[in-house]
T-cell receptor, first 113, second 114 residues
Framework: GQQLNQSPQSMFIQEGEDVSMNCTSS?????WLWYKQDPGEGPVLLIA?????ELTSNGRLTAQFGITRKDSFLNISASIPSDVGIYFC?????????????FGTGTRLQVTL | DSGVTQTPKHLITATGQRVTLRCSPR?????VYWYQQSLDQGLQFLIQ???????AKGNILERFSAQQFPDLHSELNLSSLELGDSALYFC?????????????FGPGTRLLVL
């Protein structure tokens, strides 16, 4: 099945550092979403982006919806140990009541003290 | 807590068997989605139901089927199980339609086929 290209695949950073990850697609999406998944848990929504060019923040998280609607990035500022996990981007296509998410390959983030 | 519940949390079965996974959406949500997460394929969309009717289909095998009941809970049936069906199966729900399509995920069912 299709997956979006997400990079980097993994990151090992120190507490307090800023993190940046991005996601690209060959397809256009109506909406871009960023999720975080902890081990043994389901993905949790972090940020949703609805318009091309939109820049949205949620605490230390900032995400942007690319102008071409084919890419998005997520920044995490001043990382802390609880930021550890796998981050997924997802592109959403919607037609009427039909909706579908296509997920990225994931970025595994590890934070050291 | 997303408000989406899934049972069972873990399931171990043998090849050739059939299992049923259950999902209760968030209160008021009309749409239910099923996803499969495996190491080699990542998170893959399987199927969506909206208010009891199938709305969108992804990479769902013919051996798999789903339904959404009048009380809006959903079941995913997996039959003639193969080793490769071992994965995490997630259910998600959303309000649906103009009320919004943000999907909230349940904790998942971990299926192991031996």
């Amino acid at each position: 099945g299709q997956q979006l290209n997400q990079s980097p695949q993994s990151m090992f950073i120190q507490e307090g550092e800023d993190v940046s990850m991005n996601c690209t697609s060959s397809s256009i999406f109506n909406t871009w979403l960023w999720y975080k998944q902890d081990p043994g848990e389901g993905p949790v929504l972090l940020i949703a982006l609805y318009k091309a060019g939109e820049l949205t923040s949620n605490g230390r998280l900032t995400a942007q919806f690319g102008i071409t609607r084919k890419d998005s990035f997520l920044n995490i500022s001043a990382s802390i140990p609880s930021d550890v996990g796998i981050y997924f981007c997802a592109g959403q296509t919607r037609t009427g009541t039909a909706s579908k998410l296509t997920f990225g390959t994931g970025t595994r983030l590890q934070v050291t003290l | 807590d997303s408000g989406v519940t899934q049972t069972p949390k873990h399931l171990i079965t043998a090849t050739g068997q059939r299992v049923t996974l259950r999902c209760s959406p968030r209160s008021g949500d009309l749409s239910v989605y099923w996803y499969q997460q495996s190491l080699d394929q990542g998170l893959q969309f399987l199927i969506q139901y909206y208010n009891g009717e199938e709305r969108a289909k992804g990479n769902i095998l013919e051996r798999f089927s789903a339904q959404q009941f009048p009380d809006l809970h959903s079941e995913l049936n997996l039959s003639s199980l193969e080793l490769g069906d071992s994965a995490l199966y997630f259910c998600a729900s959303s309000a649906g339609g103009l009320q919004g399509e943000t999907q909230y995920f349940g904790p998942g069912t971990r299926l192991l086929v031996l």
